[in-house]
């Protein structure tokens, strides 16, 4: 195969937000953001909760389309509802999205059901890990790469360091709750320089006298 997914930007590790588009046997189109997990080069992996179309649809077919956009239109409708119809575009086994800046064919290889024991959100909730490899690469928009919700954590702390010596005690509990926060998603989804960077600003936090 001549492409990896480190040309949209996704690297093994990190966890990016997407639009997954996908179909139902009778031809149904669903779009919905599902966070996609970059094991290497090819293979992804996604975490999807029982109840979700996306899920059931991937079941039904074994085959997903994974669309990059920053549009925050498409985000909030195909979450809300569904995106229309004349944003799909069918082809043979796969839909995807007509204004993807890049999307790529996932080909599933594996689903493991589960639940959760303990959660920051949802205890005992049921989900799927999806397994899958990527096939092909489509870039409309070059330079594009996926969203990852990292770097905005990152950055969010640095705004408040760059304030921690002008607020108030209870501002700076504040800030500490967010921090933490926000150490635990980097955790979670970052690519490795975010979370080097994020390491670095808690040492400087923890030199000027803050308890993390
Ligand atoms: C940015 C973003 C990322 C999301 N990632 C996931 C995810 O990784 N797994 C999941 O089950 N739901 C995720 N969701 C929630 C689903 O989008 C939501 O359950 C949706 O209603 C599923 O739609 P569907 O029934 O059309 O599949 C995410 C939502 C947002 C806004």
């Known amino acids: 195969m001549s492409f990896s997914l480190e040309s949209i930007g996704i690297k093994a ?3 990016y937000e997407t639009i997954y588009t996908t179909m139902n046997k ?3 189109m669903d779009a919905a953001p599902i966070g996609l997990k970059c094991v290497d080069d090819y293979a992804v992996l996604a975490r999807i909760f029982e109840g979700s179309k996306t899920l059931e649809n991937i079941r039904e077919t074994g085959i997903f389309v994974v669309n990059i956009s920053n549009d925050p239109s498409v985000f909030a409708r195909s979450l809300y509802g569904n995106l ?4 799909f575009v069918k082809d043979d086994d796969i839909v995807y999205m007509k204004n993807a800046d890049a999307y790529f064919i996932a080909l599933v290889k594996s689903i493991e059901d589960k639940e959760i024991g303990k959660d920051h959100v949802n ?3 049921k989900f799927s890990i999806v ?3 990527s096939i092909k690469i489509i870039i409309n928009k070059p330079g594009t790469k996926a969203l990852n919700r990292g770097i905005f954590a990152f950055l969010e702390s640095l705004v408040d360091y760059s304030r921690i010596d002008i607020i108030d005690d209870d501002k700076k509990d504040e800030y500490i709750k967010k921090f933490k926060e926000n150490e635990r998603l980097i955790d979670v989804v970052a690519e490795d320089d975010v979370k080097e960077a994020m390491k670095d600003l808690k040492e400087r936090l923890i030199e000027k006298g803050v308890e993390l």
């Open 123 to 125: 205890d005992g909730a």
């Open 26 to 28: 009778a031809g149904e």
């Open 84 to 87: 229309e119809e004349n944003e």
């Open 13 to 15: 590790g990190g966890k």
């Open 131 to 133: 397994n899958a490899e």
